[in-house]
T-cell receptor
Framework: DAGVIQSPRHEVTEMGQEVTLRCKPISGHDYLFWYRQTMMRGLELLIYFNNNVPIDDSGMPEDRFSAKMPNASFSTLKIQPSEPRDSAVYFC??????????FGNGTRLTVT | GQSLEQPSEVTAVEGAIVQINCTYQTSGFYGLSWYQQHDGGAPTFLSYNGLDGLEETGRFSSFLSRSDSYGYLLLQELQMKDSASYFCAVNTGFQKLVFGTGTRLLVSP
């Protein structure tokens, strides 16, 4: 099992640019979650999908953030325009009906 | 609101036993999980308590008291590789996991 795959591993961009983070969940997992981790706020849930449908996006900080899941094997998190305060590690995680979350290795985003 | 409190840092020596506490105040509660995260790595699942009591998995055990809104992770026979951050997480319902602030464990020789 390849696990949850995220790309890129690192992203450095300038303020105002569009950033797209990608995630491939574990095959057969029907829940997908996007988390953000910072020193100040810890691990925050941004949005989650069930069977490719967004269920709860109440954690998305503002309209600059959007997420899609066009099929069972792919999801994106987009920030447009990016700001320095968006700098964080973004994790994608997936699971079945079981409560255990399987995390990807994360994308470290730096916005200058 | 949701709040999960953990000590920010714990230190111990190899071979020792350490307990990491977690107190929570959440709008819903369906169980308490524990995750381990090494520096630069991803959180990985350690343990889950859906009911009161102790769950044991090798050197790690986890305890839950729902009446006290309290749980802990117990690590025995500490090894250097156990140096990591440990997070408690509450299943608040609707498939959502809310994570605690994390406890950094430093194991010294």
């Amino acid at each position: 099992d390849a696990g949850v795959i995220q790309s890129p591993r690192h992203e450095v961009t300038e303020m105002g640019q569009e950033v797209t983070l990608r995630c491939k969940p574990i095959s057969g997992h029907d829940y997908l979650f996007w988390y953000r981790q910072t020193m100040m706020r810890g691990l925050e849930l941004l949005i989650y999908f069930n069977n490719n449908v967004p269920i709860d996006d109440s954690g998305m900080p503002e309209d600059r953030f959007s997420a899609k899941m066009p099929n069972a094997s792919f999801s994106t998190l987009k920030i447009q325009p990016s700001e320095p305060r968006d700098s964080a590690v973004y994790f994608c995680a997936s699971r079945t009906a079981d409560i255990t979350l399987h995390f990807g290795n994360g994308t470290r985003l730096t916005v200058t | 609101g949701q709040s999960l409190e953990q000590p920010s840092e714990v230190t111990a020596v190899e071979g020792a036993i350490v307990q990491i506490n977690c107190t929570y105040q959440t709008s819903g509660f369906y169980g308490l999980s524990w995750y381990q995260q090494h520096d630069g790595g991803a959180p990985t699942f350690l343990s889950y308590n859906g009911l009161d009591g102790l769950e044991e998995t090798g050197r790690f055990s986890s305890f839950l008291s729902r009446s006290d809104s309290y749980g802990y992770l117990l690590l025995q026979e500490l090894q250097m590789k156990d140096s990591a951050s440990y997070f408690c997480a509450v299943n608040t319902g609707f498939q959502k996991l809310v994570f605690g602030t994390g406890t950094r464990l430093l194991v010294s020789p």
